[in-house]
């Protein structure tokens, strides 16, 4: 029987890289986006390079909708072994400096990277843990392990993110259910922000060097992390 992949957050990038490898290993996978167009468009570009997937259109920070979204996937494909969440902001909603953070600026940081992950987690855990098996699959960047201070709010969400996916780890060990970490160091080919960087190179400060990586060798992370499972974190793209 198939195994199923649900997607948080599946976008042009990390989402199209980790949805095109777990298809190729006969897993159906759930794109979940804000948008309903993209993710139709998503779920259509896959379906037609053999997976089979579908559209399942949510906002990632809503609590409501997460549960909603995650019923409809699970009455749709059946139960979700693998959950990705790749879900990122945008640079518009970055500060400028660490000075400049205030409280305002973390909300979307944290909704995204924090409080969204544990809404994922709290909702699928309890079914895993029954099950004795599944696998809860995250994203970070650069801004958490490096000094970017145009990147500050994000990477207090990073940090904050990662705290709570190590002692998760802990917990759910002996569980059947892994918890991995992708550390990107890179900006993802294809994703908005390459796209916004692109259009705006001005954004970047002068001095910092950014690393390209494509989104099917970040696919070939996660599968590494899902099938070793020898490791809570790995670090890709970080310029040596």
Avoid: C
């Amino acid at each position: 029987m198939s195994k199923t992949i649900a997607i948080f957050g599946y976008g042009p990038g990390l989402g199209v890289g980790t949805g095109r490898r777990f298809g190729r290993e006969g897993f159906r996978v759930a794109v979940i986006g804000r948008d309903p167009g993209k993710a139709q468009r998503h779920a259509a570009e896959l379906t037609a390079e053999g997976v089979e997937a579908a559209a399942f259109p949510a906002d990632v920070t809503d609590p409501a909708q997460v549960t909603t979204v995650i019923e409809t996937i699970e009455e749709t494909f059946g139960p979700i072994d693998v959950a990705m969440h790749g879900a990122a902001g945008n640079m518009a909603d970055r500060t400028p400096s660490t000075l400049e953070v205030d409280v305002a600026a973390l909300e979307i940081p944290l909704a995204l990277k924090l409080h969204s992950p544990i809404l994922v987690t709290k909702a699928l855990v309890p079914g895993m843990v029954q099950r004795g098996s599944g696998a809860l699959l995250f994203s970070s960047g650069s801004s958490e392990q490096l000094p970017l201070p145009y990147l500050s709010n994000f990477g207090i969400a990073l940090a904050a993110q990662r705290g709570y996916l190590r002692q998760l780890a802990v917990e759910l060990a002996g569980t059947g259910v892994y918890v991995g970490l992708l550390n990107i160091g890179a900006l993802i080919n294809g994703s908005k922000a390459a796209q916004i960087v692109d259009e705006r190179p001005e954004l970047v400060p002068d001095g910092v060097e950014i690393v390209r990586i494509d989104p099917d060798e970040l696919g070939d992370h996660y599968w590494r992390l899902y099938t070793e499972r020898d490791k809570v974190e790995l670090d890709v793209g970080f310029a040596a």
